[in-house]
């Protein structure tokens, strides 16, 4: 696969560190905040602002257990931009979470050779 060229050097993403938050917390609802800003590539104090965002704007709530939290996602909040404002937040991600607990589709028809 070609690397895409720009004279600028191009270091953008189609995604936010908000969303890299958001769907490394729906991988792992207990993750530590250390955890995903390694992952990610982000200070571990730009994660625990990020996940304060998202609390605020209810797509996420932080249930403290022991000395860990855990996040639990709620799925049905509408994207804040008013072009995607229509569809669900569960609708990213489930674009970029792979659901080992989903049963397999046994009622789809076999793909065609």
Request: proline letters at 7%; a neutral charge.
């Amino acid at each position: 696969m070609s690397q895409p060229s720009s004279p600028r050097g191009g270091q953008w993403t189609f995604l936010t560190n908000h969303a890299r938050v958001l769907i490394a917390l729906a991988r792992d609802s207990e993750a530590r905040g250390r955890d995903v800003a390694g992952a990610i590539g982000i200070t571990e104090r730009a994660v625990q602002l990020i996940v304060a965002d998202l609390e605020a704007a209810g797509y996420l709530t932080r249930t403290r257990v022991g000395r860990r939290n855990r996040y639990t996602i709620d799925p049905t909040v509408a994207l804040r931009h008013p072009s995607e404002a229509g569809h669900p937040v569960g609708d990213l991600l489930a674009t970029f979470l792979h659901r080992e607990d989903t049963p397999a589709d046994t009622d789809r028809a076999p793909a065609a050779p």
